[in-house]
């Protein structure tokens, strides 16, 4: 499975950005894909999750509310719309694929990872 992130850059506080991860590859029938974030000196952290086929998702608190992830079955695509946003989600975003329906790591995948900046 290959994974490709883009849609990162900047953003001022308040501001909107789109990310999406396109997959290609031997995806499954049952997954679920993910986005992660790793700010400088931090580590990378949960941000939200969609399972492909049953469609529920799941947020981390810091992002429930003004993140929102969704997918696009035709293109084998998962958007994360992002708004309201705050200097402090300021990272670099990496979208990820597991087998499974279930969202929590381990993922199989991983894409590039894409940079988001937000300016106060």
């Known amino acids: 499975v290959q994974l490709q992130a883009s849609g990162g850059g900047l953003a001022q506080a308040g501001g909107s950005l789109r990310l999406s991860c396109a997959a290609s590859?031997?995806?499954?029938?049952?997954?679920?894909m993910g986005w992660f974030r790793q700010a400088p000196g931090k580590e990378r952290e949960f941000v939200a999750a969609?399972?492909?086929?049953?469609?529920?998702?799941y947020y981390a608190d810091s992002v429930k509310g003004r993140f929102a992830i969704s997918v696009d079955n035709a293109k084998n695509t998962v958007h994360l719309q992002m708004n309201s946003l705050k200097p402090e989600d300021t990272a670099v975003y990496y979208c990820a694929l597991k087998q499974g329906s279930q969202y929590y790591p381990p993922y199989d995948a991983w894409g590039q990872g894409t940079l988001v900046t937000v300016s106060s």
């Open positions: 590859g031997r995806t499954g029938s049952s997954y679920v």
């Open positions: 969609v399972a492909w086929s049953g469609g529920y998702t």
